[in-house]
């Protein structure tokens, strides 16, 4: 009957109550996109490089090398012997190594010197590969390859020329390179650089000294252009119990000062100097849910004055103070009950639109899962609050159940 009642009331005054009901769904809609893409974005940043078990460079701090390393930004302090490489790279406990090599650029973009492990070996996402969107990777010392942003941005397509720079105005346009490959879109700092072979960087490097070009003198030999220091360099283990122990060796090793990390745990400690946005972004979307609730309670609130012959013939039927009390409450759960699952629906659509742009763009993975989640944690909070804030007007009828009693 109190169900029963309270719906038939809800359809008598349908004009507001939809009104309410939508001011509620956006508002709904924003906090639980908010917290789905804040914990997704949370996940995917701690993602940007997986199935890497060690970053090693020069001895800096940890979140500095691995900006430069994975992100590209920022300078290294010194660069790593090719020798030191070769040493841990050939480790009996290593499967695999990833050199890097940073220090030109091609209009704005990174240019990342690599061997061709890293197209194999580098994984991101949930331990997702690489792949090409167009092309292939590079085979020549002045092949290049791209990522999909690079190519978006500047329009370039495979058999392209482009030229490198070092700095701003030192070109090396006596060396162009042919693009043979774009990558696919990963959402990560993949899509924004540029890549070479260690063999290209240094050719293009060859006559060259202190960023000024000196007077051809000879034509560079296959083997000199074996680089003699690197950037950085990547690690993939035969087994993860043997990360701790080459970690503490690579740390100690005594002919350079080197450093290694663990990808993952930087990471994160990097996402938790950025915290303060996220819990901003969560304040916002809390204070657009209560302002949402408060009109529906203000909404209540003002029906009163026209549901006194309302509740007037409720009190002469016999039902007592404590029953208006309950059906106002029951009102207030019910239209933040049918505006959250509007959000919910609401949201499912926008993810099946939305989902590949934000994967490409951003390297957001929204899945169905995550969002059910959410809304599972976020629709009790919702209803305690509407309970709460319809607290104010639950209690005017129940006092003027009172007062009508009195009457009697």
Partial sequence: MLFKLAWKSLLARRVSVLLTILMMTVSIFVLLSVETIRYQAKDSFSKTVSGVDLIVGARTGQVNLLLYSVFHIGVPTNNVSWQSYQEFATNPSVAWSIPISLGDSHRGYRVVGTSTDFFEFFRFGNKQTLTFQHGKAFNEHFDAVIGSEVAKQLGYQVDDAIVLAHGIASKHDDHPFKITGILAPTGTPVDQSVYVSLQGIEAIHFNWQGGVRMPDTATPELEDLQPETITAFMLGLNSRIQTFNLQRQINEYRQEPLQAILPGATLMSLWSMLSSVEQILLLVASLVLLGALIGMANMLLVSMRERRHELSVLRALGYRPGFLF????????????????????????SMYVLKDWLLQEYGILLTRLSIINEFLFMLPIVLIASFLVALIPAISAYRQGLHQQLNL
Avoid: G, H, M, V
Wanted: proline share 0%; hydrophobic share 75%; aromatic share 4%.
């Fill in 326 to 349: 309950a059906l106002l409450q029951i009102e207030a759960l019910l239209i933040s009950l049918a505006a959250a699952i509007s959000a919910f629906i609401s949201l499912q659509l």
